[in-house]
């Protein structure tokens, strides 16, 4: 049965919080002042006022209690019910334009309980507004409900004084069963969900994470909504305990409930037609539209939500979008691409520049008798079409998917690699570097492309874009002692068991190519870095350049925390630093993110040397310059395959008479898809080749290399 309350009418805008809850000496406006900074100096009606507003049909309980600027316009306050107080700013004879919604400057039609307005807003035809603090020049038609409750805690995952803890959100995140669940909260980022997430075997940590987020925010009731300037909202249902930025455009949602939506005039968030979201955060820059569903989430900055697609406990990372499919329970690093239609992410881990395929269902736990499987999918991760996968399962960075059903769980160490599954000879078929034998183009395109889509205005972690960085280079060190330990067959084969959970084989493919490829890929590595090195500073000579660099005696081991790549070691102290206190706060952590992304240079730099010189099997006394002469020749040559791969593999398209039977000329093709010459991309990468030879003709020269 539905418990209907009764209170007299006059009553109405009024104790908003309940008196235990309100601090001696304080009343219950004391947080609604607090929040209100808009500077405006409010003042009583005086008697020809309200003769006006009561001419235009409104009403107040008490008119003492609507209280208004100097510049105030009764003329254009009509039709409003007013209950508690109120408090409006300027208004005048003007109308605002945005998107040829035109609005006369004014409160029309509109029932208003307890709200706080800035100069010069729009508000027509709100069936119920209560409890908001509304900023200036903000524009509101046609919203059915607009209201804050006492409890409002925007998405933040907190309780407020008073509440049990079986109403705190949590996000249950890479696994369905909760074990790994985070709470979410305003500023969350990749690199936190992740921490919180992992360690789940080290209870002090975890507690402390908990006690940062709820040191955030107080336990106090009566925090009231807030709208910021210039942000415009029409022809939506329900907008309920929902905390506003400016500049945000919100048009045709169904249901927004306990949200922070960031937004500013340069990062502007959007939220369109058909949407329902509930419980979670929305970074500046984001865009929901077309019936998105998102319950119990976190969007970080310049993500999409699109053409019906649900977010359901689940974290995305910056610049990702995500349409026409679902995604539950999943914690997804910056940089993800998920929009053709009927795809399917479940319980997963997934560390960013990835990319999936109409129909891939990645995540079954239906080999399993609990919902309770996850999978790990390194950066550079790309299913097919179709592509089924089990839980549990891992895959090393840069692994692409071929199109079909894989019966079991897999176990992919190696990098760059492609995973099929040979149905005609039930055998599972992986092929190491397989993105550098035959698609180059895509590779090389997409590193370029992730930095050039980075819109982060305030970039506290440092994402990691290049292919070739510490974390792909340890596995593919890793990837080689396993190729190594083979013996392929006189077609460069060999079978290897521990990668699928079934008896049938699986086959490595091309292994002499593979190796040879993760060789000079690592030297060539270690080379740029080099090179950049000596870009980026002056040195005398060879010696002053040697003596800069620092090969430890051991590569160092990297962790993807949220698309920030950061050695092993110094996660374990900051996990220390957390629980000795010694970093106090979620803003302390991300300073150690921002410093961990200042020495990133030169902690690269260091992993690139020292792997330099063990794949070369010397060490530092043996770097000569006569062999980084040797080695700065090589990366050209490197370089230039490189380039010629990029070019060759999207010359295919262009060869492939199937793609052109669909024109009647050269010149029609040429028109529609553009001129294999002119392809910008490609000539960027051959302008970089240009740059490179000057480069290592210059470096040749002015450090006298033998």
């Known amino acids: 049965m539905n418990i209907i309350q009764k209170h007299p009418v006059n009553n109405l805008g009024y104790n908003f919080v309940a008196p235990q809850f ?111 603090i509304i900023g200036n020049e903000v524009m509101i038609a046609n919203v059915n409900e607009l209201a804050t409750t006492d409890k409002a ?65 107080d336990k106090q009731h009566g925090h009231y909504g807030k709208i910021g300037d210039r942000t415009v909202i029409k022809n939506c249902k329900i907008i309920k305990d929902v905390l506003v930025g400016s500049d945000a455009y919100f048009k045709g949602a169904n249901k927004l409930k306990n949200l922070t939506v960031n937004s500013d005039e340069n990062r502007t968030s959007q939220i369109g037609e058909g949407c329902e979201i509930v419980n979670g955060i929305v970074g500046y820059g984001c865009r929901i539209f077309y019936g998105a569903k998102a319950v119990r989430f976190v969007m970080s900055s310049h993500s999409q939500l699109k ?43 997934v560390m960013g520049q990835s990319n999936m395929a109409a129909g891939a269902t990645i995540g079954s736990n239906h080999n399993s008798r609990a919902a309770d499987g996850e999978i790990i999918a390194g950066r550079g991760f790309w299913p097919g079409l179709c592509v089924s996968l089990k839980h549990n399962s891992k895959f090393a960075s840069f692994s692409i998917i071929a199109k079909g059903d894989f019966p079991a769980e897999l176990n992919i160490p190696v990098p ?32 370029h492309k992730y ?52 008896h049938r084989k699986t086959k490595v493919l091309k292994i002499p190519q593979a190796v040879l490829l993760y060789k000079e890929l690592i030297q060539h590595y270690g080379v740029m870095e080099l090179l950049l090195h000596l870009q980026q500073n002056k040195f005398a000579d060879f010696d002053a350049f040697k003596k800069s660099l620092s090969a430890k005696i051991e590569r160092s081991q990297w962790l993807n925390i949220g698309g920030q790549l950061i050695q092993k070691t110094a996660i374990e102290t900051v996990k220390r630093n957390i629980k000795s206190g010694k970093v106090k706060s979620w803003d302390q952590l991300h ?41 700065l020749q ?24 199937f793609k052109k039977m669909v024109y009647d000329t050269n010149e029609e093709m040429n028109n529609v898809v553009g001129r294999l010459e002119d392809n910008s991309f490609i000539q960027h990468q051959l302008g970089e080749l240009d740059e490179m030879k000057k480069l290592v003709k210059s470096v040749v020269r002015k450090m006298k290399l033998a």
């Open 22 to 132: 309100i601090p001696k000496g304080k009343d219950e406006y004391y947080l609604r002042n607090e929040q209100n900074s808009n500077g405006i100096s409010y003042r009583k009606l005086i008697a020809q006022e309200i003769e006006i507003l009561v001419r235009n049909r409104n009403t107040s309980d008490d008119w003492n209690n609507i209280l208004v600027s100097s510049s105030f316009n009764a003329e254009l306050v009509k039709n409003c019910k007013f209950f508690g107080l109120v408090r409006i700013g300027k208004l005048e004879s003007l109308y605002l334009e945005f998107h040829n919604l035109r609005m006369p400057v004014g409160l029309y039609n509109s029932t208003i309980i307890s709200c706080d307005f800035g100069d010069n807003v729009c508000v027509d035809n709100v069936n119920y507004l209560s409890h908001y």
């Open 153 to 217: 805690k925007f998405g933040n995952g907190i309780l407020k004084e008073g509440e049990l803890e079986r109403v705190r959100v949590w996000l249950e995140l890479c696994n369905e069963n909760g074990g790994r669940s985070v709470l979410p909260f305003d500023g969350m980022l990749a690199g936190d969900a992740w921490l919180w997430s992992k360690y789940r075997d080290d209870e002090a940590l975890l507690n402390k994470f908990k006690e940062f987020t709820e040191n955030i925010f």
């Open 307 to 349: 053409y019906g697609a649900r977010l359901i406990n689940s974290f995305l990372g910056n610049n990702s979008t995500i349409s026409c499919c679902e995604v539950l329970n999943s914690l997804i690093f910056p940089a993800h691409e998920q929009h053709h239609n009927n795809s399917f992410l479940c319980a997963a881990v």
């Open 416 to 447: 760059f690699s492609l995973i099929s599954n040979d149905v005609a000879n039930d055998t599972l078929q992986v092929m190491p570097a397989y993105w550098f034998m035959y698609n180059m183009y895509a590779l090389a395109r997409n590193a």
């Open 451 to 502: 930095v050039d889509r980075d819109r982060r205005t305030e970039k506290i972690q440092h994402i990691e874009y290049d292919y070739l960085a510490p974390d792909t280079v340890n596995e593919i060190f890793d990837g080689l002692k396993i190729l190594d330990s083979l013996q392929p067959d006189a077609e460069g084969n060999a079978e290897i068991t521990g990668w699928e959970n079934t």
């Open 591 to 631: 300073d150690f993110y921002r410093q961990q992304g200042v020495a990133y240079i030169n902690d690269k730099l260091n992993h690139a040397y020292t792997s330099l010189l063990e794949i070369l099997h010397i060490t530092p006394k043996q770097f000569t310059p006569a062999l980084f002469k040797q080695l």
């Open 634 to 657: 090589q990366a050209l040559v490197t370089k230039e395959w490189m380039c010629k791969g990029i070019y060759d593999s999207r010359a295919k398209d262009y060869g492939n008479p």
